[in-house]
């Protein structure tokens, strides 16, 4: 059979993403991707330690992300993306730029992590309050809320699930439970779920239907920046972020109203 008429496979542009070794969802990435864009993925190396403060610190060391950037640069991605909240949130604000910074210079290419694209969506929505929910532990929980503190946005409402290990196992049934009992109408600007390995992409249309709120998540926060750097944008189904349409909710009759309050 003669192919020869398809001219070959299409260009590509690439995006490099680091993901700690316990990352399991590089299948909910690829749904925020658009066709003419490849994911490149490589993780740090295995350490056993469960899922806590050292462990975000451990997996986020210079040294140990500049390999792995290192490694991704004989794909050329464009852009490379640290794909760990905790791990990017640990050491505050000046931590993750430091540590975007050791990334670039890895790769002689543009970087950005989780959690700093955590900020730069908020930024984008404008929302000065937010409601947070993690699998995490209380104390690595803190630290998130401390981080985001820090950048200048109130934390109004947090849920913890209290997880130390296979969060990508945790059903979406438990997440919008935590996020209805976390945010409520009228007290944030927006809901994080956090943690790069908790699954979120279906839910985010959902929840921001009921509680009427943007709602991002570590992943889509994560390829949305990164794709944003590339000069193209984030798929998926009518999410806040992505489509200024969703951001946008029709007036309640006023007795469905009083039910939100």
Same mark, same amino acid.
């Given at each position: 059979?003669?192919?020869? @008429? =398809?001219?070959?496979?299409?260009? #590509?542009?690439?995006?490099?993403?680091?993901?700690?070794?316990?990352?399991?969802?590089?299948?909910?990435?690829?749904?925020?991707?658009?066709?003419?864009?490849? !994911?490149? !993925?490589?993780? *740090?190396? @295995?350490?056993?330690?469960?899922?806590?403060?050292? !462990?975000?610190?451990?997996?986020?060391?210079?040294?140990?992300?500049?390999?792995?950037?290192? %490694?991704?640069?004989?794909?050329?991605?464009?852009?490379?993306?640290?794909? /760990?909240?905790?791990?990017?949130?640990?050491?505050?604000?000046?931590?993750?730029?430091?540590? /975007?910074?050791?990334?670039?210079?890895?790769?002689?290419?543009?970087?950005? *992590? *989780?959690?700093?694209?955590? !900020?730069?969506?908020?930024?984008?929505?404008?929302?000065?309050?937010?409601?947070?929910?993690?699998?995490?532990?209380?104390? =690595?929980?803190?630290?998130?809320?401390?981080?985001?503190?820090?950048?200048?946005?109130?934390?109004?409402? /947090? %849920? /913890?699930?209290?997880? *130390?290990?296979?969060?990508?196992?945790?059903?979406?049934?438990?997440?919008?439970?935590?996020?209805?009992?976390?945010?409520?109408?009228?007290?944030?600007?927006?809901?994080?779920?956090?943690?790069?390995?908790?699954?979120?992409?279906?839910?985010?249309?959902?929840?921001?239907?009921?509680?009427?709120?943007?709602?991002?998540?570590?992943? #889509?926060?994560?390829?949305?920046?990164?794709?944003?750097?590339?000069?193209?944008?984030?798929?998926?189904?009518? #999410?806040?972020?992505?489509?200024? %349409?969703?951001?946008?909710?029709?007036?309640?009759?006023?007795?469905? #109203?009083?039910?939100?309050?």
């Amino acid at each position: 059979m003669d192919v020869s @008429f =398809l001219g070959g496979p299409r260009p #590509q542009r690439g995006v490099g993403v680091v993901a700690p070794f316990d990352f399991a969802l590089d299948r909910e990435l690829w749904r925020w991707v658009p066709d003419e864009v490849s !994911l490149h !993925l490589t993780r *740090t190396p @295995f350490v056993p330690v469960e899922v806590s403060l050292d !462990l975000a610190r451990l997996v986020s060391e210079h040294e140990t992300l500049g390999e792995a950037v290192r %490694a991704l640069t004989a794909v050329s991605p464009e852009v490379v993306a640290y794909a /760990c909240t905790s791990g990017s949130f640990v050491d505050g604000v000046a931590g993750e730029r430091a540590m /975007c910074a050791a990334l670039a210079r890895a790769g002689d290419l543009p970087a950005l *992590t *989780t959690s700093g694209a955590l !900020l730069e969506a908020l930024a984008e929505l404008g929302a000065r309050r937010v409601a947070l929910v993690t699998p995490y532990t209380a104390s =690595l929980t803190r630290a998130l809320e401390e981080y985001v503190a820090e950048a200048g946005v109130r934390v109004t409402g /947090c %849920a /913890c699930m209290g997880l *130390t290990r296979h969060i990508w196992r945790v059903p979406y049934r438990d997440v919008v439970a935590m996020a209805r009992g976390a945010a409520r109408p009228g007290t944030a600007d927006a809901l994080f779920l956090s943690c790069t390995n908790l699954p979120t992409y279906d839910v985010i249309p959902q929840l921001e239907a009921e509680l009427r709120m943007p709602v991002i998540s570590a992943n #889509q926060v994560t390829m949305w920046a990164a794709l944003r750097r590339l000069g193209t944008r984030a798929v998926g189904p009518y #999410q806040a972020l992505l489509d200024d %349409a969703a951001r946008v909710w029709p007036v309640l009759p006023e007795e469905q #109203q009083e039910g939100w309050t």
